[in-house]
């Protein structure tokens, strides 16, 4: 494989269009950059194809699976490291997403992960903070996507607050525009249902206040493209969109009566199924808000993502960042964490693994799980690796995709106790037992919670099980230990996996 060492790619699959970019990373005196070298945009559509009981239709999965194949072939010289792909909405509450995604995997050739709504909306942040000029207060990013919208107010480079809501100018535009009809009444419905979504937030978003608001990405730069082309704008502003200006587009699209007779100059025909949704969104936000302009980026979560990418390359990974505030929240007891971690992964080094950023991976994954594990304590002793694994999967965890929090749930789960309740997680997803071996053995021989010397431990894969062997003098003068390896085997007998403690006189 060529690989090109000073570039990134990141993949949006996005309700309305999908989208990469190829980043090139230049190293300065005061840290890294990235510039845009290469773009692909494609209008799929893939909310359009959503059935009202949240099944994808086949006729949009085409659509992006062709797309897919052409970012592939951009692609194909690329390092997995240096690619990430990631989906927003639709494939959030597609009920058939998973079957979707292993076809797309397959037409692009890079594993996609479905991100929650609040890692969408740091990603986004973190594109449009870098693609603005430095701000010495707040900002205000809206982000109106194609199934959802994203608000987050940051300072510098990092997010204050963040939300995700439930309205895109996909969805928008079907519920109260599905033929592309636009009148007073009907405009005014779909802006008052906006409205609605955003009043959850509104309160607490004007107390914190801002002294910037920005519109990022698509809908945004469409609606200043056509405000500013045809000079809607309010008297002394060039760019950007003021309240004005949308008024002023409001008037010409319920004029022209359906919005396939407007006839505005810079209106691109992608952009005309989606226009009336958007627009009546972004006067929900302006007049929920108080906003009388707003600014403009074409960045946001795709230029996030390659900033994401770029700090786990340089080995600033967010996850790891993510983990250190939860052991802090949830009063982790950092020195058991880390013993525990360190175990495992020292188990884990001696099986085999010939796949070195694979290693590199379940490494982190381990220690990330050993920092997590007993985080439910702060709900209660009793089931406590349940409560771990609850926080673990459905906390907003920035920087880690959904596929990555349920993998982290269940080795938090799975850490201690009978191993059969992951029989029917098993149906659903994949287990990694490996990981899981190495993190139990660790948490058993652990559990006296002080730094103890552990005799030599050899463990190695063998016959679809495990086997660990440890010193017989060792194991006799510590008989809780004995026999909870004694009970440990036969938890993954029962699942059919063997497993043998062999003692030896070494």
Same mark, same amino acid.
């Given at each position: 494989?060529?690989?090109?060492?000073?570039?990134?790619?990141?993949?949006?699959?996005?309700?309305?269009?999908?989208?990469?970019?190829?980043? =090139?990373? /230049?190293?300065?005196?005061?840290?890294?950059?990235?510039?845009?070298?290469?773009?692909?945009?494609?209008?799929?559509?893939?909310?359009?194809?959503?059935?009202?009981?949240?099944?994808?239709?086949?006729?949009?999965?085409? =659509?992006? $699976?062709?797309?897919?194949?052409?970012?592939? /072939?951009?692609?194909?010289?690329?390092?997995?490291?240096?690619?990430?792909?990631?989906?927003?909405?639709?494939?959030?509450?597609?009920?058939?997403?998973?079957?979707?995604?292993?076809?797309?995997?397959?037409?692009?050739?890079?594993?996609?992960?479905?991100?929650?709504?609040?890692?969408?909306?740091?990603?986004?942040?973190?594109?449009?903070?870098?693609?603005?000029?430095?701000?010495?207060?707040?900002?205000?990013?809206?982000?109106?996507?194609?199934?959802?919208?994203?608000?987050?107010?940051?300072?510098?480079?990092?997010?204050?607050?963040?939300?995700?809501? @439930?309205?895109? *100018?996909?969805?928008?535009?079907?519920?109260?525009?599905?033929?592309?009809?636009?009148? /007073?009444?009907?405009?005014?419905?779909?802006?008052?249902?906006?409205? =609605?979504?955003?009043?959850?937030?509104?309160?607490?978003?004007?107390?914190?206040?801002?002294?910037?608001?920005?519109?990022?990405?698509?809908?945004?730069?469409?609606?200043?493209?056509?405000?500013?082309?045809?000079?809607?704008?309010?008297? &002394?502003?060039?760019?950007?969109?003021?309240?004005?200006?949308?008024?002023?587009?409001?008037?010409?699209?319920?004029?022209?009566?359906?919005?396939?007779?407007?006839?505005?100059?810079?209106?691109?025909?992608?952009?005309?199924?989606?226009?009336?949704?958007?627009?009546?969104?972004?006067?929900?936000?302006?007049?929920?808000?108080?906003?009388? @302009?707003?600014?403009?980026?074409?960045?946001?979560?795709?230029?996030?993502?390659?900033?994401?990418?770029?700090?786990?390359?340089?080995?600033?990974?967010?996850?790891?960042?993510?983990?250190?505030?939860?052991?802090?929240?949830?009063?982790?007891?950092?020195?058991?964490?880390?013993?525990?971690?360190?175990?495992?992964?020292?188990?884990?080094?001696?099986?085999?693994?010939?796949?070195?950023?694979?290693?590199?991976?379940?490494?982190?994954?381990?220690?990330?799980?050993?920092?997590?594990?007993?985080?439910?304590?702060?709900?209660?002793?009793?089931?406590?690796?349940?409560?771990?694994?609850?926080?673990?999967?459905?906390?907003?965890?920035?920087?880690?995709?959904?596929?990555?929090?349920?993998?982290?749930?269940?080795?938090?789960? &799975?850490?201690?106790?009978?191993?059969?309740?992951? &029989?029917? $997680?098993?149906?659903?997803?994949?287990?990694?037992?490996?990981?899981?071996? *190495?993190? =139990?053995?660790?948490?058993?021989?652990?559990?006296?919670?002080?730094?103890?010397?552990?005799?030599?431990?050899?463990?190695?894969?063998?016959?679809?099980?495990?086997?660990?062997?440890?010193?017989?003098?060792?194991?006799?003068?510590?008989?809780?230990?004995? @026999?909870?390896?004694?009970?440990?085997?036969?938890?993954?007998?029962?699942?059919?996996?063997?497993?043998?403690?062999?003692?030896?006189?070494?």
């Amino acid at each position: 494989m060529v690989t090109h060492p000073h570039l990134l790619a990141a993949v949006d699959l996005g309700s309305n269009s999908f989208r990469l970019i190829v980043g =090139r990373v /230049e190293e300065t005196p005061a840290g890294s950059q990235i510039y845009q070298v290469d773009a692909l945009r494609e209008p799929v559509r893939l909310g359009g194809g959503l059935s009202k009981d949240k099944m994808l239709d086949r006729a949009s999965q085409v =659509r992006g $699976l062709e797309a897919l194949k052409r970012f592939g /072939e951009r692609l194909r010289d690329f390092h997995p490291d240096q690619v990430r792909a990631v989906a927003t909405n639709t494939l959030r509450v597609a009920k058939n997403a998973h079957d979707f995604i292993v076809e797309a995997e397959a037409a692009l050739g890079f594993p996609i992960e479905v991100i929650a709504g609040r890692e969408e909306a740091r990603l986004i942040y973190a594109g449009a903070a870098h693609s603005v000029p430095a701000s010495a207060g707040k900002r205000l990013v809206v982000d109106i996507g194609g199934g959802s919208t994203e608000f987050i107010i940051g300072s510098h480079y990092t997010p204050i607050h963040m939300e995700s809501l @439930y309205i895109g *100018c996909v969805s928008h535009s079907r519920q109260f525009f599905p033929a592309g009809n636009v009148d /007073e009444y009907t405009m005014r419905q779909a802006e008052l249902a906006a409205k =609605r979504e955003i009043q959850i937030i509104s309160r607490e978003y004007k107390q914190t206040g801002w002294d910037q608001a920005i519109g990022s990405s698509g809908t945004a730069r469409a609606l200043a493209e056509l405000i500013e082309a045809n000079d809607f704008n309010d008297p &002394g502003i060039t760019h950007g969109i003021s309240r004005g200006g949308l008024e002023k587009l409001k008037r010409a699209l319920i004029k022209a009566e359906n919005v396939n007779r407007l006839k505005l100059i810079a209106l691109k025909p992608d952009r005309i199924p989606v226009l009336a949704g958007g627009l009546s969104i972004m006067l929900g936000v302006f007049e929920e808000l108080g906003i009388e @302009y707003a600014d403009t980026t074409d960045a946001a979560l795709r230029l996030g993502v390659l900033y994401d990418l770029l700090g786990r390359s340089q080995h600033q990974d967010m996850r790891t960042v993510t983990v250190e505030g939860f052991k802090r929240r949830y009063g982790v007891d950092a020195a058991q964490a880390d013993r525990i971690g360190e175990l495992a992964i020292s188990f884990y080094d001696q099986l085999d693994e010939t796949d070195e950023d694979q290693r590199e991976e379940n490494r982190m994954f381990l220690a990330w799980a050993a920092s997590l594990h007993e985080i439910g304590l702060s709900i209660a002793h009793s089931a406590y690796h349940k409560h771990s694994a609850y926080i673990t999967s459905n906390a907003d965890m920035p920087g880690f995709s959904r596929t990555d929090q349920a993998r982290l749930a269940t080795l938090v789960l &799975g850490h201690a106790g009978k191993l059969g309740k992951l &029989g029917k $997680l098993a149906q659903t997803r994949d287990i990694d037992w490996t990981l899981l071996f *190495c993190l =139990r053995l660790a948490a058993l021989l652990q559990r006296r919670r002080v730094d103890v010397g552990l005799p030599g431990i050899d463990v190695k894969a063998a016959n679809g099980g495990f086997e660990v062997r440890l010193s017989n003098e060792w194991v006799a003068s510590n008989p809780l230990t004995d @026999y909870s390896l004694v009970q440990e085997a036969m938890e993954w007998e029962k699942i059919g996996r063997p497993y043998r403690v062999i003692y030896t006189d070494d």
